[in-house]
């Protein structure tokens, strides 16, 4: 499959609902996984933490779902850039903490790279600070 049909996937099954294992079967056995924090753990962020496994992703998935409030979460996409094995999504999101009852909303560029159809590289680059902020009891 070429970068933009799984990109385009990927998105899909984020946006309809897909479980956490059936997002998780678009990622390699090996991940490199980074989100944009300065540190690997964020300790008030519980989805924040080093990931390098297909399971690590849906575990990543089942953690953000758990932490957040069902129904709430918002997403757009702004642009979708494409140059070979490597995409970058381009968006906004929004989620409620359920832990705090706090929104964020955040920007957010994702960088990801796809060799023999799934997905290898997973980078986030958001504003951390509003998620630890909403995160923060």
């Not at 990109?7 to 946006?15: G, M, P, T, Y």
């Not at 903490?97 to 560029?109: I, Y």
Request: proline content about 4%; glycine content about 6%; overall charge negative.
């Amino acid at each position: 499959m070429s970068t933009r049909v799984v990109v385009d996937e990927f998105l899909n099954r984020i946006a309809t609902g897909a479980g956490p294992e059936e997002v998780a079967a678009l990622y390699a056995e090996k991940v490199d996984w980074r989100v944009n924090w300065p540190r690997p753990e964020h300790a008030d962020v519980p989805w924040i933490r080093p990931r390098s496994t297909r399971a690590d992703v849906a575990d990543h998935h089942r953690t953000l779902a758990a932490a957040c409030v069902p129904g709430e979460g918002s997403a757009g996409i702004s642009r979708i850039l494409i140059d070979g094995d490597d995409a970058v999504v381009i968006g906004e999101t929004a989620q409620t903490v359920r832990a705090t009852g706090k929104r964020f909303s955040t920007s957010f560029a994702l960088q990801l790279t796809v060799l023999d159809g799934l997905i290898t590289r997973h980078h986030v680059y958001e504003d951390s600070l509003a998620v630890a902020e909403a995160c923060a009891s």
